[in-house]
Nanobody, 114 residues
Framework: QVQLVESGGGLVEPGGSLRLSCVAS???????MGWYRHAPRNQREFVAE???????SYGDFVKDRFIITRDNAKKTVHLQMSGLNSGDTAAYFC?????????WGQGTQVTVSS
């Protein structure tokens, strides 16, 4: 298990960009690292994942707006988000997955509003 701490959320205008970061307390080299989001009245939604080999996958709504990267040496995962709109307003959670084992961060709030 690892503890995950997210940062980088905040208030941004429509069309703007944010970079979320997730720092782990231990090694992530053997884990798939991902981001999920949860908006009020909605179910938790998959945003992006990068596996231990560096292969990435994204939710359908992302449409080339987000990029997930990882730095195993720094035990960090980033989510670069651009072209943000009001529909992206949510709490964003970092996830570390090793087979069926999942660790979650506490989340960072992203609010897109003018």
């Amino acid at each position: 298990q690892v503890q995950l701490v997210e940062s980088g959320g905040g208030l941004v205008e429509p069309g703007g960009s944010l970079r979320l970061s997730c720092v782990a307390s231990g090694s992530i080299s053997d884990k798939a690292m991902g981001w999920y989001r949860h908006a009020p009245r909605n179910q938790r939604e998959f945003v992006a994942e990068i596996n231990s080999g560096g292969i990435t996958s994204y939710g359908d709504f992302v449409k080339d707006r987000f990029i997930i990267t990882r730095d195993n040496a720094k035990k960090t995962v980033h989510l670069q988000m651009s072209g943000l709109n009001s529909g992206d307003t949510a709490a964003y959670f970092c996830n570390a997955r090793f087979f069926l084992l999942n660790d979650w961060g506490q989340g960072t709030q992203v609010t897109v509003s003018s």
